[in-house]
Every structure is written in C-alpha cells, then in structure tokens.
C-alpha cells in the first residue's frame, strides 16, 4: 500500500512559478512509475508528467512542456513537479499517482493506469 501527500500548491500571478511536492509512504517507492495529473473544474482529470521508477525517462503534455519539470528523490520517497512561467489556464488540483506496473508511453498518459493516487492540491494562477 501507497499513500501519497501533495503540497505546494497555491495562488501565484501568471508568469510566476510553484514546486510542487509529493510525499510518499511505503518501503517500495522506488519500484513505482509516478504521474503528475490536474483536473480543472468542471472537466476531466489531464496527465500532466511522467517519470518512471528510476528517473531516467520523463514524458510531458505538450501544455507544459518546455515549462514544468518532473523529479524524483528515492531516497527521500519524493515526487516534485517544478512549474515556471505560470499560465490561467494551468488552474487546476493536481493530484500525484504511483503505478505498481512499468508504463510505456501510451499507458502512462491515462489515469486508469495508476494505482494510488493522493487527495490534491488547488493552484490558482491569475491573469
């Protein structure tokens, strides 16, 4: 059993920048492919980042590409995801999530791939 805890989250202008943090319990953290996804109100939940169990492959929605950053600490039992240059449209709760199973590419878009999933955090960025 995982169970994970964001935080991080807040209000920010846009253009600004937040870290976002996922704390992580359980001895097998590291043998977890870990997700970063948002769900804005009203619409569904949106894969945001990937990175796997190692850290050695991240993948990104082209709508955050190029601005946020997906990280990992396995020895901390840490997610991070770093967001700069802050946009409205990425107000949303954002929820970590950790699969027991390897994703490849396709299946590590899709939520129905991740088994644990924390409670979220709000980021609110104003225009």
């Known amino acids: 059993q995982v169970q994970l805890v964001e935080s991080g989250g807040g209000l920010v202008q846009a253009g600004g920048s937040l870290r976002l943090s996922c704390a992580t319990s359980g001895r097998t953290f590291s043998s977890y492919d870990m997700g970063w996804f948002r769900q804005a109100s009203g619409k569904e939940r949106e894969f945001v980042a990937f990175i796997s169990w190692s850290g050695g492959t991240t993948y990104y929605a082209d709508s955050v590409k190029g601005r946020f950053t997906i990280s990992r600490d396995n020895a901390e039992n840490m997610v991070y995801l770093q967001m700069n240059s802050l946009k409205p449209e990425d107000t949303a709760v954002y929820y970590c999530?950790?699969?027991?199973?390897?994703?490849?590419?396709?299946?590590?878009?899709?939520?129905?791939?991740?088994?644990?999933w924390g409670q979220g955090t709000q980021v609110t960025v104003s225009s």
């Open positions: 999530a950790a699969a027991r199973l390897r994703l490849v590419y396709g299946t590590s878009h899709s939520p129905r791939e991740y088994d644990y």
